[in-house]
Nanobody, 117 residues
Framework: QVQMVESGGGLVQAGGSLRLSCAASGNIGSFIAMGWYRQAPGKQRELVASLTSGGTTHYADSVKGRFTISRDNARNTMYLQMSSLKLEDTAVYYC???????????WGQGTQVTVSS
């Protein structure tokens, strides 16, 4: 079973930046897309950014121009670069790798991002 290990979360002031990392412990196989999600207290989990196997990116409107998703194949790692952080970006962030069959998807354990004023 492949483990997705997240890191990089923490406390940052509004306007600041953070980079989240998500490293896979093994071969993630033939996937459809990678994604970063977040869940704020009392809210549903939402897709923040995605990157297809073909290289197409998609961003939620709330983070466009501020967040960038990327991957490093050599390091088996995906990233979420977050800039100009806002209070409303505070949430637990999860990485995921999606396959044709959802039961084969991999999820990270989540990392807390807290933006303070």
């Amino acid at each position: 079973q492949v483990q997705m290990v997240e890191s990089g979360g923490g406390l940052v002031q509004a306007g600041g930046s953070l980079r989240l990392s998500c490293a896979a412990s093994g071969n993630i196989g033939s996937f459809i897309a990678m994604g970063w999600y977040r869940q704020a207290p009392g809210k549903q989990r939402e897709l923040v950014a995605s990157l297809t196997s073909g290289g197409t990116t998609h961003y939620a409107d709330s983070v466009k121009g501020r967040f960038t998703i990327s991957r490093d194949n050599a390091r088996n790692t995906m990233y979420l670069q977050m800039s100009s952080l806002k209070l409303e970006d505070t949430a637990v962030y999860y990485c995921a790798v999606h396959h044709r069959s959802p039961e084969n998807d991999y999820w990270g354990q989540g990392t807390q991002v807290t933006v303070s004023s």
